[in-house]
């Protein structure tokens, strides 16, 4: 049955998308919007929105956390990167006055640079369990496989695709995703059956690739080259293959993408999920025309800030950046430059290596330029430097005990020192002052020095990441004092210590995910707590309301202050076998055998009739009688 199908409950069919105004939520064009699509979260991308309207869904998110302590950070951080993109236009108006030529050439040359590492001859997969959480909770409970549910109950950290129709999806509060889909089923959280899982899915990986590389309890990457060249086969069949053993052996399925390198493998498994395998072609151009159209945020390492800044330039996807490609580097920064230029031309690592193999040991960043001797110039460059660096270091969440300078020559001589600061540094000022008598020191070891690159890294590495829930499962390598970035590699000890740059802008999109899970989170147990206080403020004002009980006009005794149960009292007693035998005893020992239990006080104040009148009639009734 098609998403859109007219056979679709009505309350499903509600946050369809309206096949003319396509599934993704408008791009932002003013504070009001670009909050509410801030609000969508870090997995818009998943598979199985593609037929939700996300504009229904984000005013549902809005509403449904206006005024929590989580919506007004979220409204704060919006703020704060509406500013940071104003202050990117501001500075690319006034590149539009220069005369960018120079920059559009460096980078044209970088280009040229790049293609001739371009490296067909690998087979690099991407396999991605579907909805694995959930997959794994529905071999437990088959009834749950036709029917919407999550894991997770604060925090969603999947849901099945029945769910997903509804707009729920992973780093979404539970009590938002209820909102969208009242029948929701959610379950608790159990991670040792999915590692179980997961380490049955792995065995059969190792057989195809022994180094395979995971990414996550459910993802991993693989290099399969060797595997088709021993066995004479096609990697498109032996993904099949792989696929179709997976889910007989683990009855779980998954998704693959396969291309030349594991960028284009990453993007590729998500392209027919579920259950689907996706593969571009080794084959430049085919590899050149698949990125062209494709959206930046489909990038790993492109997350929702750096989408909407790409974005606020002109920058939608990936084919874009080649026409802003003389901008990127001053706009963005080099580490941002080297990184689009990758990803415009669908360049990504080949060599797939075992995850605990990766250990993080620097983080650093390097620019080239035109030759330059003047002082006050070095100066400006190595300040630029430092700033370039200290947003590197924010990113991936490290300060650094030893600073090293690295400059080339004119003469393409590459000098390196390095200084040890009283304590780890990772802020610009710092950074700069301490590589600032470095630089001073070469300048009078070598007269009329002129450079031709300079950079800036820091060893000895302190994690400065945020605590919280690791979601993603990732923290465990770094708490083993593993780096958990992929594609990081260890630098060298030559001067040559640049890097694949998408490991750190992967690496930063995951930690925003991560920061986005444990913010939700707290929204969840925000809205917990509302519902706890109000809860118990109820019981309260109940439990201060003593019960209320009126005295009988007739008999005296005490009755629940009920109108309909009151009335039939009084009915009952001026009934005629009453009225004699009050006359007769004097006391009223039938009405209180009736009444056991119940108070015996009756001159407090009464609720209902006034106590003068009831008193009143209580004494003519009585005067009556006697």
Not at 306 to 330: M, P, Q
Not at 445 to 456: D, K, N, T, V, Y
Not at 545 to 564: G, I, M, R
Request: net charge negative.
């Amino acid at each position: 049955m098609g998403i859109g199908d007219e056979s679709l409950p009505e309350e499903e069919r509600a946050i369809q998308a309206d096949p003319t105004s396509g599934a993704q939520a408008e791009t932002p064009n003013n504070e009001h919007d670009t909050l509410k699509y801030h609000l969508l979260g870090p997995s818009l991308t998943k598979s199985g929105q593609d037929g939700v309207d996300q504009t229904k869904v984000s005013e549902i998110i809005y509403n449904a956390s206006k005024g929590s302590k989580y919506f007004n950070n979220e409204e704060f951080r919006d703020k704060n990167l509406t500013q940071k993109i104003e202050r990117i236009l501001a500075r690319k108006r006034q590149l539009d006055k220069l005369d960018t030529s120079s920059h559009v050439r460096r980078a044209d040359e970088y280009i040229t640079e790049l293609e001739l590492s371009r490296d067909l001859s690998q087979s690099v997969v991407h396999i991605d369990c579907d909805a694995f959480y959930a997959a794994v909770e529905e071999i437990d409970r088959p009834e749950l496989k036709d029917v919407p549910f999550a894991v997770g109950k604060g925090v969603l950290t999947t849901c099945n695709y029945h769910a997903r129709r509804f707009g729920c999806r992973s780093a979404m509060a539970g009590f938002i995703a209820m909102k969208l889909c009242p029948q929701l089923i959610c379950l608790p959280l159990n991670f040792d059956k999915y590692t179980a899982k997961a380490n049955e899915v792995r065995a059969i990986l190792a057989q195809y690739d022994p180094n395979y590389e995971t990414a996550s309890l459910d993802e991993a990457y693989l290099n399969i080259t060797a595997y088709c060249s021993e066995h004479d086969r096609e990697p498109w069949e032996v993904v099949e293959e792989m696929r179709k053993l997976i889910h007989e052996e683990t009855k779980i399925t998954v998704s693959a993408g396969l291309g030349a390198n594991a960028t284009i493998a990453k993007i590729c498994s998500n392209k027919n999920k579920p259950n689907g395998q996706f593969r571009v072609a080794n084959d430049r151009i085919a590899i050149m025309d698949f990125m062209r159209v494709l959206p930046t945020r489909k990038v790993n390492g492109i997350g929702r800030v750096f989408e909407r800044e790409l974005g606020a330039i002109g920058v939608s996807t990936c084919g874009d950046i080649y026409e802003y490609r003389g901008y990127l580097s001053n706009l963005f920064g080099e580490k941002a430059f080297h990184f689009l230029m990758r990803v415009y031309l669908g360049l990504g690592r080949t060599k797939i290596q075992p995850s605990e193999s990766y250990e993080r040991k620097s983080v650093g960043t390097e620019s080239t330029f035109g030759d330059m001797s003047d002082p006050e110039e070095l100066r400006k460059k190595l300040r630029h430097t430092a700033e370039e660096l200290e947003g590197d270091l924010a990113r991936t969440g490290f300060k650094g005990r030893t600073l090293c300078l690295k400059v080339k020559l004119h003469t393409y001589e590459i000098l390196t020192r390095q200084a040890a600061p009283p304590g780890a540094i990772n802020k610009a000022d710092d950074l700069y002052k301490f590589s600032l008598p470095m630089l001073a020191k070469l300048e009078k070891e070598i007269p009329g020095m002129r450079l031709r690159l300079m950079g800036l890294r820091v060893t000895h590495l302190v994690s400065t990441k945020k605590t919280g829930i690791d979601f993603f499962g990732l923290g465990r390598r770094a708490a083993a004092g593993q780096d958990d970035m992929q594609g990081k590699r260890a630098t060298d000890d030559d001067g040559g210590w640049e890097v694949w740059p998408e490991a750190e802008f992967e690496e930063a999109a995951r930690q925003e995910r991560q920061d986005d899970m444990n913010e939700v989170l707290a929204l969840s147990q925000e809205e917990q707590q509302n519902d706890e206080d109000q809860g118990a403020a109820g019981k309260e004002e109940k439990a201060s309301e003593k019960p209320q009980y009126w005295a009988c006009p007739v008999c005296s005794t005490p009755q629940e202050a009920n109108d309909a149960a009151f009335n039939a009292h009084i009915d009952f007693c001026l009934s005629r076998q009453t009225i004699r035998d009050v006359a007769k005893d004097g006391t009223p020992e039938m009405h209180a055998e009736r009444t056991a239990g119940l108070p015996k006080n009756t001159k407090g104040k009464k609720r209902g009739r006034p106590s003068n009148q009831v008193e009143a009639l209580g004494r003519s009734k009585k005067a009556f009688f006697s």
